[in-house]
């Protein structure tokens, strides 16, 4: 997936609720065991491959593509005013 894609999908999930703006009470790396849905992308994680299981504060453990969680904590870092990737610009159209 394209970056900027990635970078607008993240923001309008997290401006929809449909991912978390507070950080995972805890995150894995590792190797994909069965193939699920990434929570950002939601394109599939295959077995096998890298991941991130994030255990989130709602209860709900998602699966994450590496990119697609850091894309994800810059734009947390951004929301908290932090210098990270900015929000996807309004005059193009997103």
């Known amino acids: 997936m394209d970056n900027e894609i990635m970078v607008r999908l993240v923001w309008q999930k997290l401006a ?3 991912l978390p703006r507070a950080l995972p009470k805890s995150t894995w790396g590792g190797r994909c065991r069965e193939r ?3 929570a950002a992308c939601d394109q599939a994680i295959e ?3 890298m991941e991130v299981e994030a255990d989130c504060v709602d209860g709900v453990t998602r699966h994450y593509h590496g990119l697609c969680y850091r894309t994800l904590e810059s ?3 951004q929301l908290a ?3 990270a ?4 610009r309004r005059d193009r159209g997103f």
């Open 75 to 77: 734009a947390r870092l």
């Open 36 to 38: 699920h849905p990434c």
């Open 81 to 83: 005013g932090q210098s």
């Open 47 to 49: 077995a096998g491959a």
């Open 16 to 18: 929809r609720g449909d």
């Open 85 to 88: 990737v900015a929000p996807p």
